[in-house]
């Protein structure tokens, strides 16, 4: 059965420092793996998506991420957060979107 | 191009009441998604819906829940006899392409919270 698993509920990081947040997937059949953002009082929107190709993926607002087959992981890399970047990321798979719990951001000044 | 719209964003039903939580997809969009999210969660996917048709609804509860998406108008989850677990943010999405299709792109709208009394 395809799951996604977010290790981190909450990762709290100072301005200006670099963020990592995990995400491990398990899946028998290809994999398509996205990760969304939520703003407070918001709906989802798309960071960025892996398909196919290049595991290295660039997505909006400076933030990418790195499918690593062999670990089974996609996890979510900014190397700069500001204080906007404070929001729930979802990591999903596939077709009708199987997420994660989510991990809260919580960027301090 | 408007997004997708949810209404109402908040929704107070007292315990046994019905609540109607309605959706309208994107222009040029006919899949529609419905995901709950209840508190301390991540989204749970519900139901997929084309026009007119049910496609997977694997992730809805058996009693209670019902979704459908008329050929016109908006999407609508509809619960019956609500209970306080069923509090939590309802969040719709839709896409232009078949939910098959990894390569699509759902979007989504600003959810509805259900409270129940």
């Known amino acids: 059965a395809q799951s996604v698993t977010q290790l981190d509920s909450q990762v709290p990081v100072f301005e200006e420092a670099p963020v990592e947040l995990r995400c491990n997937y398990s899946?028998?059949?290809?994999?398509?793996l996205f990760w969304y953002v939520q703003y407070p009082n918001q709906g989802l929107q798309l960071l960025l998506k892996?398909?196919?190709?290049?595991?290295l993926v660039k997505g909006i607002n400076g933030f990418e991420a790195e499918f690593n087959k062999s670990q089974t992981s996609f996890h979510l890399r900014k190397p700069s957060v500001h204080i906007s970047d404070t929001a729930e990321y979802s990591c999903g798979n596939t077709g009708k979107l199987i997420f994660g719990q989510g991990t809260t951001l919580q960027v301090k000044p | 191009n408007a997004g997708v719209m949810q209404n109402p964003r908040h929704l107070v039903r007292r315990r046994g009441q019905e609540a109607r939580l309605r959706c309208s997809p994107m222009?040029?969009?006919?899949?529609v998604y419905w995901y709950r999210q209840l508190p301390e969660e991540g989204l749970k996917f519900m139901v997929y819906?084309?026009?007119?048709?049910?496609?997977?609804e694997s992730g809805m509860p058996k009693e209670r829940f019902s979704a459908e998406f008329p050929k016109e108008g908006p999407s609508i989850l509809r619960i019956q006899q609500v209970v306080r677990g069923d509090s939590a943010a309802y969040f719709c999405a839709s896409s232009s392409t078949a939910g098959q299709n990894p390569t699509y792109e759902q979007y989504f709208g600003p959810g509805t919270r259900l409270t129940v009394t």
């Open positions: 819906l084309q026009k007119e048709n049910i496609i997977d």
């Open positions: 892996y398909l196919s190709g290049s595991t």
């Open positions: 222009k040029g969009h006919s899949h």
């Open positions: 899946s028998s059949v290809s994999v398509y």
